[in-house]
């Protein structure tokens, strides 16, 4: 699983069917996730160390300004909000030619969703604040003020045990 994580002071997510748009979430100062799933990532990684230690750098992470004007406070300690879009170019593979490939990086789309969907669920269940998100799978288009910037990618597999 990768995050590339965003802090924005607002940030919104448009559904795009038939040409039209339609808000499917927005929050203010928080945090934009995207997040993507690779071809390693399994039905079983929830709940897995390297699933816990991710969350819990996201939540944890200190990225928001102190009184003294230096990054020390998390996402809770800001009572920011968190808007997480899925995004499955994060496993694009760019080594080869000028299209990017997908396949065997990126998780077939069931497993996806199903990682996404209990990913926004323990998100929900471990942040006090509001959690937004987009559709899985539609036609999407973001917008957001990154302050800062600061833009982290957080990466599953620098949390995993080392592999025999």
């Avoid at 959690?131 to 995993?160: K, W």
């Amino acid at each position: 699983m990768r995050l590339l994580i965003q802090r924005v002071l607002r940030a919104s997510v448009h559904v795009v069917e038939a040409g039209r748009e339609r808000l499917a979430g927005e929050i203010g100062p928080g945090l934009l996730v995207f997040a993507g799933f690779g071809a390693q990532d399994a039905e079983g990684m929830p709940g897995s160390p390297a699933w816990n230690k991710l969350l819990d750098r996201l939540l944890g992470l200190r990225v928001f300004s102190d009184e003294a004007g230096k990054m020390n406070r998390s996402v809770a300690d800001a009572g920011g909000g968190l808007l997480v879009v899925s995004q499955f170019t994060l496993y694009a593979d760019c080594r080869k030619g000028m299209r990017p490939s997908f396949a065997g990086f990126s998780a077939p789309p069931a497993l996806a969703e199903a990682l996404y969907d209990r990913l926004v669920a323990e998100l929900r269940a471990r942040h006090s604040g509001p959690v937004a998100t987009g559709r899985f799978g539609a036609e999407m288009n973001v917008s957001l003020v990154n302050h800062g910037p600061v833009t982290i990618l957080l990466d599953s597999d620098d949390f995993a045990p080392p592999r025999p």
